[in-house]
Each structure stands twice: as structure tokens, then as C-alpha cells.
């Protein structure tokens, strides 16, 4: 399996490999090749900063002469006119890696700060808010990231990293009962210690989780606030709890008070728009 670095190198690789083609011809044609120049990623709109350490990849990837200078890092509360950081060097290369790093900056930047506005509505609460798999393919690195930076909370970054038995697969497989116990059997004999979630539709559902036993969190779908509440209590700490399903911003904080642990909410990454921002050149 791939690591973060080697995904991310992959992306950096695919993303200049559809922007550049044989060559930028514009700035090949426009621009010496001696030529150098300063350059400053200026902010344009409030929001939290992320993906500082990723431009420098970016960077690095076209020209590792590029000299950067960070001003704010990841996590920053930042406003129009701040400056993140200044790039040095090689006209040329931050001609051909502007784009790509400002795709990726933007959407990392628009992430974190929708994560911050739904963290921040939990204000006061051990409720933390969680990303989903719902992310832009080939970015989900990056985009869970960016969750963190901020102030979410990771959920399992794919299919490989934890079992979690939704109702389909409970459809599928028989039963609750039935999909617990295999899933436990098939980490016995694989030799694997994933944490196991189940996604339950019901109280009822919450009881035969409890009477298996060995499950790490129970995800409640689609509850209403109160029927949370029931559930929070019934769990009664003998595991994590998370809601999901249709939560939005507006009913964020009433499920929040209901004590559950976590509640997931895709549109931290896939109903996202950019943090505005541009690379300019300086003297």
C-alpha cells in the first residue's frame, strides 16, 4: 500500500501532467529563461489557511531552486491582504506551478474553513465534527487534511483502515449478528486489529450491537435530535457514538447537545468553494 507522501507525489505528478503537457508554451515563448523574480500568495477572502506545506511540494516538484518564505502558517486565521508566503527564483517555474498550487491551496483552504465554521458552531462541546469518504478523487489526502487543519476530526481515510458495517452490508450479510461476528472473524484470522463500527437504524438495533459486544462505535442514521438523545443514553458510554446522515449546519448544534461523540457531515468536503486567493509577482 502507497503511503501519504507517495499519494500525494502521484497527484503532483497526474495534476501537472494534464496543466502542462509538453510544455507552457506561453511562458516558453514569453518569458527568458534566465529570468527571475519574486512572487507572494496573497490572500483575498477570511478564512482559515491550509495546504502551506503542500504548495512547498508543489513548488519543489517543478524547480527545487525555489526559495519560499512562509509568513502564516496552516491553521491561521487569515483576511485579504495578508500574504501567506513569497517564492523566489526561476520566473519560469512559478509560472508553470502557480496553477496547480493554487488549485490545491484554494480547495484546501475552502475545506478548512468550512470545517471550522461547523466546529465552531459546537463551541463549548466535547462533540467533534468528522469528514466522510465523500472527497474529490485523488485529493482525499489532502482534503482530510485540510479537515484537521481546521479543527475536525478524521474519519477512516478509506476502505482499508477500519471496518464499518453499514446497512447494506447488514442487508447483505444476514443480520447485525451476523455481520459483527464475520467481521470479527475475518480480523482473527487476517491478523488485523481494525476498529469495528456498526451503522444502526433503530433502538432495537443499538440493543443487538450492545449484546454482541466488541464493537468500537455505533453511527446512528438518520436519528432526529431526540431520538439521539434516547440513543446516547442507552450506548451509555460502552462505546463511541456518531450520527450521521442529513445534518446540516442548522441542526448541527442540536444534535451536538445530545452528548453523541462524533457527527460526520460530507459537506466539509464536497459541497466546498474555494478560499480566493492569487499568486502575484512583486518587486
Not at 15 to 34: K, N, Q, R, Y
Not at 164 to 180: M, P, R, S, T, W
Not at 272 to 279: A, H, N, R
Amino acid at each position: 500500500m502507497k503511503t501519504k507522501d507517495e499519494l500525494i507525489d502521484d497527484l503532483l505528478t497526474l495534476a501537472f501532467a494534464e496543466d502542462v503537457g509538453d510544455g507552457d508554451h506561453t511562458t516558453l515563448s514569453t518569458i527568458p529563461v534566465s529570468a527571475t523574480g519574486k512572487s507572494k500568495l496573497l490572500i483575498k477572502e477570511e478564512g482559515i489557511l491550509s495546504g502551506v506545506e503542500i504548495a512547498r511540494k508543489v513548488l519543489h516538484k517543478v524547480d527545487p531552486a525555489l526559495k519560499m518564505t512562509v509568513l502564516i502558517e496552516d491553521g491561521a486565521r487569515v483576511s485579504p491582504g495578508d500574504i501567506a508566503f513569497t517564492v523566489e527564483g526561476s520566473v519560469r517555474s512559478m509560472l508553470i506551478a502557480e496553477r496547480t498550487m493554487l488549485n490545491i491551496m484554494q480547495r484546501m483552504s475552502g475545506v478548512a474553513t468550512m470545517t471550522d465554521v461547523y466546529q465552531q458552531r459546537l463551541a463549548g462541546l466535547h462533540t467533534k465534527v468528522l469528514d466522510t469518504r465523500k472527497t474529490t478523487p485523488g485529493m482525499r489526502m489532502l482534503e482530510k487534511e485540510a479537515v484537521k487543519t481546521g479543527g475536525g476530526a478524521n474519519h477512516r481515510i478509506g476502505l482499508f483502515d477500519m471496518i464499518l458495517i453499514k446497512d447494506n452490508h447488514i442487508d447483505f450479510a444476514g443480520g447485525i449478528e451476523q455481520a459483527v461476528n464475520a467481521a470479527k472473524t475475518y480480523l482473527r484470522e487476517n491478523g488485523k486489529q481494525l476498529k469495528i463500527e456498526v451503522e444502526v437504524r433503530s433502538l432495537d438495533d443499538i440493543r443487538k450491537v450492545l449484546a454482541i459486544g466488541g464493537v468500537d462505535r455505533i453511527m446512528f442514521d438518520n436519528f432526529t435530535p431526540e431520538l439521539t438523545r434516547e440513543a446516547v443514553k442507552l450506548v451509555g458510554g460502552r462505546c463511541e457514538t456518531e450520527s450521521s446522515g442529513g445534518i446540516t449546519l442548522e441542526t448541527l448544534r442540536d444534535y451536538g447537545e445530545t452528548g453523541v461523540d462524533f457527527i460526520s457531515v460530507g459537506a466539509l468536503t464536497h459541497s466546498v468553494k474555494g478560499l480566493d486567493m492569487s499568486f502575484k509577482a512583486f518587486n
